[in-house]
């Protein structure tokens, strides 16, 4: 098989692999529950990664005449992390790594690779550029510009410097080309893939009426967070409310107006979890139920939250075609026990707390 059709399935192979890789890292960390900066990840773990893989390329060549084979895939390596990762490496960081590399390959006695070097930063820091200001209808034709111009000057250094012959020049300025195209359409393709998949994910896992997340996704969070409380010893909290006399809204109103209770409702519960902490999280569970999960707090730790939430729910009205509908709920709160064997049973122990404050009279807090 032709080297660059191998190398093409090698190029495409290491950035799917990256792509497993730091998915694989993102979904671990928030299993764990450890909050990270996506940026800060994507741009350490692209860094690492490209690092590793350029270097060990590299170093089956070191100190050969021919040490230039590999140079159009870490050129790929460079554009990837500059323009399709979006990292910014300043230049204060950029230059030790090129500086380290130079010595490694042996080459900082060369003034044709000192001007490799300072093309090769140019090169990371116009793509990087290119990403930042892409506000043009055809960021592929100055994509693929920039990619001609400085390829073409990298590989002129390199011919100069391994006086390598005007046809093999051109040949693997040719390759590159080509590399840098199958690249970004590659990118672009698995780019579209993954923000349809994330769509339809947050579709699933979202209520559509009330943009809060749904039963779908309490379902896998409240497994998650059982497990881990359970053989962890951490305090877990749940309460679940629903809206007084909801059906006779409906009646009354019609439909309309009870989709707009039930919108002010979530907007009023989730300005008061924005206010104390991110971490507890609101679904809509059923027609105008509603769990919140309380991670780490214990019963009397949620009490404020959940007072807080109650005196707000219990003293708002909706205005509906010149009509004031007056809301009213009724929660029901309680936290894991050693007796609850599945999620099942935290839930069922919550949804009888429900059940009293309802039967008592409504408009009121049960909890044990």
Same mark, same amino acid.
């Given at each position: 098989?032709?080297?660059?059709?191998?190398?093409? %399935? %090698?190029?495409?192979?290491?950035?799917? /692999?990256?792509?497993?890789?730091? +998915?694989?890292?993102?979904?671990?960390?928030?299993?764990?529950?450890?909050?990270?900066?996506?940026? /800060?990840?994507? !741009?350490?773990?692209?860094?690492?990664?490209?690092?590793?893989?350029?270097?060990?390329?590299?170093?089956?060549?070191?100190? =050969?005449?021919?040490?230039?084979?590999?140079?159009?895939? =870490?050129?790929?390596?460079?554009?990837?992390? !500059?323009?399709?990762?979006?990292?910014?490496?300043?230049?204060?960081?950029?230059?030790?790594?090129?500086?380290? &590399?130079?010595?490694?390959?042996?080459?900082?006695?060369?003034?044709?690779?000192?001007?490799?070097?300072?093309?090769?930063?140019?090169?990371?820091?116009?793509?990087?550029?290119?990403?930042?200001? #892409?506000?043009?209808?055809?960021?592929?034709?100055?994509?693929?510009?920039?990619?001609?111009?400085?390829?073409?000057?990298?590989?002129?250094?390199?011919?100069?410097?391994?006086?390598?012959?005007?046809?093999? %020049? /051109?040949? #693997?300025?040719?390759?590159?080309?080509?590399?840098?195209?199958?690249?970004?359409?590659?990118?672009?393709?698995?780019?579209?893939?993954?923000?349809?998949?994330?769509?339809?994910?947050?579709?699933?896992?979202?209520?559509?009426?009330?943009?809060?997340?749904?039963?779908? !996704?309490?379902?896998?969070?409240?497994?998650?967070?059982?497990?881990?409380?359970?053989?962890?010893?951490?305090?877990?909290?749940?309460?679940?409310?629903?809206?007084?006399?909801?059906?006779?809204?409906?009646?009354? &109103?019609?439909?309309?107006?009870?989709?707009?209770?039930?919108?002010?409702?979530?907007?009023?519960?989730?300005?008061?979890?924005?206010?104390?902490?991110?971490?507890?999280?609101?679904?809509?569970?059923?027609? #105008?139920?509603?769990?919140?999960?309380?991670?780490?707090?214990?019963?009397?730790?949620?009490?404020?939250?959940?007072?807080?939430?109650?005196?707000?729910?219990?003293?708002?009205?909706?205005?509906?075609?010149?009509?004031?509908?007056?809301?009213?709920?009724?929660?029901?709160?309680?936290?894991?026990?050693?007796?609850?064997?599945?999620?099942?049973? %935290? &839930?069922?122990?919550?949804?009888?707390?429900?059940?009293?404050?309802?039967?008592?009279?409504?408009?009121?807090?049960? !909890? +044990?």
């Amino acid at each position: 098989m032709a080297p660059f059709v191998t190398g093409i %399935f %090698f190029i495409l192979g290491v950035f799917t /692999l990256y792509q497993v890789l730091y +998915d694989w890292v993102k979904s671990l960390l928030n299993v764990k529950g450890i909050k990270f900066s996506e940026n /800060l990840l994507n !741009a350490w773990f692209g860094v690492l990664y490209m690092l590793i893989f350029i270097f060990s390329m590299q170093s089956s060549l070191v100190g =050969q005449n021919i040490s230039w084979e590999f140079m159009n895939f =870490q050129i790929i390596a460079l554009i990837y992390c !500059a323009y399709f990762l979006n990292i910014r490496l300043p230049y204060y960081f950029f230059i030790p790594i090129v500086l380290v &590399y130079m010595f490694f390959n042996n080459s900082i006695g060369y003034w044709q690779s000192w001007c490799h070097a300072i093309t090769l930063m140019s090169t990371y820091w116009s793509f990087n550029y290119l990403r930042r200001h #892409e506000n043009h209808d055809h960021p592929f034709h100055i994509y693929i510009v920039l990619g001609i111009v400085f390829g073409a000057l990298m590989w002129f250094f390199v011919k100069l410097k391994f006086s390598l012959s005007w046809m093999i %020049f /051109l040949q #693997e300025w040719g390759y590159l080309v080509l590399f840098e195209m199958l690249l970004y359409s590659y990118v672009v393709m698995i780019l579209r893939d993954s923000n349809l998949k994330m769509h339809l994910l947050d579709f699933a896992n979202h209520d559509a009426l009330t943009k809060t997340e749904n039963y779908a !996704a309490y379902t896998s969070e409240i497994k998650y967070l059982f497990t881990d409380s359970s053989h962890n010893k951490l305090n877990l909290s749940m309460l679940m409310f629903d809206i007084d006399h909801f059906k006779q809204v409906n009646d009354t &109103y019609g439909h309309l107006a009870g989709d707009k209770v039930l919108q002010h409702v979530v907007d009023v519960v989730q300005t008061v979890i924005d206010e104390n902490d991110s971490k507890i999280k609101l679904y809509r569970t059923g027609g #105008e139920e509603f769990n919140v999960l309380f991670p780490g707090y214990d019963l009397n730790s949620t009490e404020q939250i959940v007072r807080e939430m109650f005196g707000a729910l219990n003293h708002t009205t909706v205005e509906y075609n010149g009509q004031t509908i007056l809301i009213s709920v009724s929660m029901g709160i309680s936290q894991i026990s050693k007796k609850d064997q599945e999620p099942a049973d %935290f &839930y069922k122990r919550v949804d009888n707390n429900l059940y009293r404050s309802k039967k008592n009279g409504r408009m009121q807090i049960t !909890a +044990d």
